[in-house]
């Protein structure tokens, strides 16, 4: 059973900075590209960063200078250091991985971790 359990949220002032950390189980960690995303409230789930499998990022062009996904094959970890936080960066973060079958794009979640960004 595939399971996240994201962690390393929490309460930070403006400009602060915050590492977020999931650990994967229950799939094949190592072959699998990850991304971490957010969801504010009333706004859709987006996509912050992701790494494939050979260590290769990709960034949102509004995050990029700012966050920093890195992953541990060995532990099966996936990270996102966040720096120079901003109110608007408040959100609830999830990492994920997908499997496509047959056309259909299926996505793994983990519960989330709260960051809330406030002076």
């Known amino acids: 059973q595939v399971q996240f359990v994201e962690s390393g949220g929490g309460l930070v002032q403006p400009g602060g900075s915050l590492r977020l950390s999931c650990a994967a189980s229950?799939?094949?960690?190592?072959?699998?590209?990850m991304g971490w995303y957010r969801q504010a409230p009333g706004k859709q789930r987006e996509l912050l960063a992701g790494?494939?499998?050979?260590?290769?990022?990709y960034y949102a062009d509004s995050q990029k200078g700012r966050f920093t996904i890195s992953r541990d094959n060995r532990r099966s970890m996936v990270y996102l250091q966040m720096n120079n936080l901003k109110p608007e960066d408040t959100a609830v973060y999830y990492c994920n991985f997908y499997r496509t079958v047959g056309g259909i794009r299926y996505d793994y979640w983990g519960q989330g971790t709260q960051v809330t960004v406030s002076s």
């Open positions: 790494i494939t499998t050979a260590g290769v990022t």
């Open positions: 229950g799939f094949a960690f190592s072959v699998r590209s």
